[in-house]
Structures are given as C-alpha cells and as structure tokens.
C-alpha cells in the first residue's frame, strides 16, 4: 500500500509540473511539445464580425 502511495504522490508530481510548465507556455506551445494532456488552458476560437 505504501509504494501504490508513493507512485500515486509522484504521478501528481509530474502532472503538477507538466500543467505548471503548460500554463507557462501557453496552449499552442505546449501542444506542439506533447504537453496536450495537461491542464492547460485551451483557447477556444472566437469568430468576430
């Protein structure tokens, strides 16, 4: 139970810093570097007349 513990801690970890690194780079950059599955902020398309 502790390592299923210690893997789950780590794997918040990494995702913590992928998003926080995503969220630095903006969306576009972090999809073009494979950082989509992160939590970064998507720009939706706006049309504008």
Do not use: F
Not at 14 to 36: F, Q, S, V, W, Y
Request: charged share 30%; net charge positive.
């Amino acid at each position: 139970m502790l390592t299923s513990l210690a893997r789950a801690w780590r794997n918040y970890s990494d995702e913590k810093e992928k998003t926080a690194l995503a969220n630095r780079l903006g969306p576009h950059l972090a999809r073009d570097i494979g950082l989509d599955g992160a939590r970064a902020p998507r720009v939706l398309p706006t049309l504008r007349s």
